[in-house]
């Protein structure tokens, strides 16, 4: 009797099992969708701190500092070369480049910016209007962005795992929206 009443309690996890795994792997899906509402909230809210909880800051300067190095400065450094200016000016730039990053791609400046770009009676989420979303892993998630106004730029963020926490670790940003946010400051 004692062996029959522990067989039917076994056989009850096998239908339970296979719901809590369907519903954890569910839940793992939409965990990066999460993650960007919450970064959404947190710079309508102007939450300075969580912003700097939920993106890697040094990260995100390094990719940006990477990125206008590839488009700006090789350019760059081609004319100068041409002009037969010394290596130290082409450095030099690149330096005042990576002391501007550092000094702007900040929480804070975020939210300024994010506040400044928003036409009244507009939309406030920056994430209203995605492309696509992926995982690229277990553990990263890839979003493109685009905004309201149809404009070629997307904004596109990658999303790592880190400590059971989606974190912000790379954004690219369109040309457009540099050049929008340098005409509203």
């Given at each position: 009797?004692?062996?029959?009443?522990?067989?039917?309690?076994?056989?009850?996890?096998?239908?339970?099992?296979?719901?809590?795994?369907?519903?954890?792997?569910?839940?793992?899906m939409v965990s990066p969708y999460v993650a960007l509402y919450q970064l959404e909230m947190d710079l309508e809210r102007g939450d300075t701190a969580a912003l700097e909880r939920g993106v890697d800051w040094k990260t995100v300067r390094d990719g940006l500092k990477q990125d206008i190095a590839d488009g700006?400065?090789?350019?760059?450094?081609?004319?100068?070369?041409?002009?037969?200016?010394?290596?130290?000016?082409?450095?030099?730039?690149?330096?005042?480049?990576?002391?501007?990053?550092?000094?702007?791609?900040?929480?804070?400046?975020?939210?300024?910016?994010?506040?400044?770009?928003?036409?009244?009676?507009?939309?406030?989420?920056?994430?209203?209007?995605?492309?696509?979303?992926?995982?690229?892993?277990?553990?990263?998630?890839?979003?493109?962005?685009?905004?309201?106004?149809?404009?070629?730029?997307?904004?596109?963020?990658?999303?790592?795992?880190?400590?059971?926490?989606?974190?912000?670790?790379?954004?690219?940003?369109?040309?457009?929206?540099?050049?929008?946010?340098?005409?509203?400051?």
């Amino acid at each position: 009797m004692r062996s029959l009443f522990i067989g039917s309690a076994l056989s009850k996890p096998r239908i339970g099992l296979p719901c809590f795994c369907v519903l954890l792997a569910l839940a793992y899906m939409v965990s990066p969708y999460v993650a960007l509402y919450q970064l959404e909230m947190d710079l309508e809210r102007g939450d300075t701190a969580a912003l700097e909880r939920g993106v890697d800051w040094k990260t995100v300067r390094d990719g940006l500092k990477q990125d206008i190095a590839d488009g700006v400065i090789g350019p760059m450094q081609a004319q100068l070369a041409s002009n037969t200016l010394p290596p130290f000016g082409s450095s030099f730039i690149s330096g005042i480049m990576e002391t501007s990053v550092d000094r702007e791609v900040t929480p804070q400046n975020l939210v300024a910016v994010m506040r400044q770009m928003r036409a009244p009676g507009s939309d406030p989420n920056p994430f209203n209007c995605f492309d696509w979303a992926f995982f690229e892993s277990p553990a990263a998630f890839t979003v493109t962005v685009h905004n309201e106004d149809g404009d070629e730029g997307h904004l596109r963020l990658r999303l790592e795992m880190h400590g059971g926490k989606w974190v912000v670790m790379r954004a690219w940003v369109p040309q457009d929206l540099i050049e929008r946010t340098s005409n509203r400051t």
